[in-house]
């Protein structure tokens, strides 16, 4: 909420309140439930029955919601009507807290009255780097997910692509083993600046990247347990996610990712708030080498500390051509997210795709360990498999993936938007 409020107070035109009402409207009066979210209810009920407050706001009467039903959330709305009328203070001070501390105290939770007077957002500068034509700036740590997004791009820049299509085995498996590269130095190197000193000129130098691009064999995948982080230690400088892209008519482009971790986060309302509490502490390192439920797998750089960010992939960008407005795009997606991203921008660039074709196109995903070719199920026929696991690629499919949401500007400032068909977002213009 901090954050949301600061970048108001920056950038922000209209009123406060203003913002808060079409969420207030909807959490007061409902929405139609659809098939998305009422089947994704259903299948997690026994989570979401653990907790009687969590119970309550999903399963209104011991009733299962179906498509069609009105979903309500009074106390959500009277969350929101505090923040709306006495801004970020209706938040951290006053009823809401109180009713995050009870909670906390109820299930022997940590958050504390000064945890959340205290808390302030942070403004950093985004990783900067070039693909082809466009300038690209996304997210820095604590997210992974600018400086691994580029460098799986300039790993693949010098690749002549005119052999390559975008579901072609060749091209699949130089991204797989790019993502490979990059996914082990996310490991060994990246996490709260605030806290660790991330290497971020050094991996995304073209001297390093040049020697790990060495380390891809075109006709076979690497062993991921074989590869080690190629940035020596003097070289060091001192699923429940949502995104958004908004491009507006006087040039300003937002491209925002917000996130509850997995699922439904913790499976825990705030009793009398109406809203979940998150599961972000996965996203730290528990002990080197242990993954997380996405699977990633961390050092020290990502270890628990107080007051310190945990490492996500989340990957807003934003990307310009010849200094002008080009490109929003970004996806949930736990550590999918990164290469939704990158494949995204690889269509635009180098396959020339429109954003329907795009969030259209079936995905692929590599991250280093598990040792993994992860293909969306469904999207790729059997000869391209076969071709991937000639090349030693240990396939594995998945039914779920991530969601992208991009606009695109041409020269003419045409904005063209669109909305993966995965999940439930939608396109707007006013």
Same mark, same amino acid.
């Given at each position: ?29 409902? &929405? ?25 706001? &999903? ?17 959500? %709305? ?28 109820? #299930? ?28 690209? #700036? ?8 600018? *400086? ?12 002549? &692509? ?20 990059? #996914? ?10 605030? &806290? *660790? ?13 040049? %020697? ?80 997380? *439920? ?123 938007? %669109? ?10 213009? #006013?």
């Amino acid at each position: 909420m901090a954050g949301l409020f600061s970048l108001w107070e920056k950038y922000g035109s209209l009123e406060w309140y203003q913002l808060l009402q079409p969420a207030y409207q909807l959490a007061d009066t409902g &929405f139609i439930l659809d098939q998305y979210l009422s089947s994704s209810i259903a299948s997690h009920s026994k989570e979401l029955k653990h907790f009687p407050e969590t119970k309550s706001v &999903f399963f209104p009467k011991n009733n299962t919601p179906k498509a069609g039903d009105r979903f309500r959330q009074k106390n959500l %709305a009277a969350t929101i009507q505090r923040i709306a009328l006495d801004s970020i203070n209706g938040f951290y001070s006053g009823k809401t807290p109180d009713l995050i501390v009870e909670t906390m105290t109820k #299930y022997d939770g940590l958050i504390s009255f000064d945890d959340l007077s205290s808390y302030k957002p942070v403004w950093r500068k985004p990783i900067y780097f070039k693909f082809d034509s466009l300038d690209i #700036y996304s997210m820095p740590p604590p997210s992974s997910g600018g *400086v691994i997004l580029g460098m799986i791009l300039k790993l693949l820049e010098p690749v002549d &692509f005119s052999i390559f299509a975008p579901k072609s085995p060749e091209y699949i498996h130089h991204f797989a083993e790019a993502c490979r590269l990059a #996914y082990s130095e996310r490991a060994a190197h990246l996490g709260d600046p605030d &806290f *660790v000193n991330n290497p971020i000129d050094a991996m995304l130098s073209d001297d390093f990247l040049d %020697a790990r691009r060495e380390l891809i064999d075109e006709n076979r995948a690497g062993i991921s347990q074989e590869i080690e982080s190629g940035i020596p230690q003097n070289f060091l400088e001192s699923e429940s996610t949502t995104h958004f892209s908004i491009a507006d008519k006087s040039g300003n482009l937002v491209s925002l990712t917000y996130t509850l971790n997995t699922e439904y986060g913790s499976k825990l309302v705030v009793g009398g708030a109406g809203f979940l509490l998150n599961n972000e502490m996965d996203d730290f390192s528990i002990k080197p080498g242990v993954a997380n *439920v996405y699977g990633l797998v961390g050092g020290l750089a990502n270890e628990i500390v107080p007051e310190k960010r945990m490492l996500s992939s989340m990957s807003p960008t934003i990307a310009l051509k010849n200094g002008k407005p080009a490109l929003v795009l970004g996806s949930p997606g736990g550590s999918k997210i990164i290469t939704t991203v990158a494949q995204a921008l690889v269509n635009i660039s180098r396959f020339g795709l429109s954003p329907e074709q795009i969030v259209n196109m079936p995905r692929f995903h590599h991250q280093w360990l598990p040792d993994s070719l992860y293909l969306e199920e469904g999207g790729f026929d059997i000869n391209i498999k076969q071709a991937l696991i000639a090349k030693g690629h240990n396939i594995k499919e998945r039914s779920r993936y991530s969601e992208l949401m991009i606009i695109t500007i041409n020269e003419d400032g045409m904005k063209t938007g %669109a909305a993966d068909p995965r999940r439930n977002g939608s396109v707007s213009g #006013y």
